[in-house]
């Protein structure tokens, strides 16, 4: 949505509240003060996560129910701790843009979030004091903010594009200079749960022999193959994605460090990493190959060590099959278990399934 459609709908929206709401429209003009987002804190263990939620929809609990599902994901080792690597190598660039006529006390302002160029908004309206500024509440407003968010959550795979809603923004100088931005609303739970299963499912693909026991839990069919829709709804992960914030949307909070910034990005180049999102240093893919982990199936290789299978093939890895003579992909033993033929007695096995006797004893089968 455009500024002036967001616009027209807030006044629309404004006209139709309770005379008594004491939401803040967001201005259209007045000083604009760009700034560039150089951290990430998406909090990932349960004790921490209510620190800075607040209750969005007036229940008197607060609302956090993504950084649980982070939490979750954290215990099967399935997040990522690389995300401020991808901020500053320049695969995530969000922006936030506040129109104020003082940063330190103004009646008036509009703080928009910007997940990348050319993304959508709808900035929140709110106030300066002391330096501090708070948005609208969701739990009260009539005119809350919109965003999409670039999170970088599951590991070995690409950050999460998400439409955030309800929003309310709290901005706090920091002590590093910038300010420490909090962003608390919901996301749509279809979207999320469709995202998250399609997130997991490239983060298996490109490093599975680091993810067997969690593909075991997520395989519901046990037939060695996953798709995102079999991710999300097994007993691991289904519970995650029932909505908590008006019957639709997945309540959450994000913490970023933003930096001044008129124009561009205000840093210099990070040197490269493996695990920024972009292919670069040695890499013969994104973030794999070279000098970093293997490259799983159809990604670009020069070698076979390159690959996850052990084949580079003209260019490009091949897939594991049940017959190459390693033990690769999802296999528990050499051409045997996950999606192949399933282990005789001494093989090495994960889950009973694994193996030809049904019985699967300290990783062996019986």
Known sequence: MNRAAALALALVVSACADEASSDILPPETGPLHRFVVDEIDIVRARDGSAALAADLDGDRRADHLLNSLVATLVAL????????????????????????????????????????????????????????????????????????????????????????????????????????LVIRGGIDAAELKRETGERLVQMIAANPRAHLDFSRLLDTNEDGVLDPAEVTEGDVMRSLFQPDLRDRYISFWVRYHLTPCAEGRCREPSAPSCFDRIPNGTETDIDCGGDCQPCGDTNVCVLASDCVSGACDAGTCGAATCSDGASNGLESDVDCGGPCEPCLTSGACIDDWDCESGVCVGSQCM
């Open 77 to 180: 080792q399935g997040t990522t701790a690389a995300g401020n690597d991808q901020v500053r190598a320049g695969s995530i660039e969000s922006t936030v843009e506040i129109i104020a006529a003082d940063l330190e006390n103004a009646e008036e302002a509009a703080v928009r979030f910007i997940g990348f160029d050319g993304a959508s908004w709808i900035p929140v309206g709110g106030q300066f004091i002391a330096g501090r500024f708070a948005s609208n509440r969701t739990q009260t407003t009539d005119l809350p903010g919109r965003a999409t968010l670039v999170l970088p959550v599951v590991r070995d795979a690409d950050a999460s594009l998400l439409e955030a809603h309800l929003l309310e923004m709290d901005l706090e100088p920091s002590p590093r200079g910038g300010y420490d």
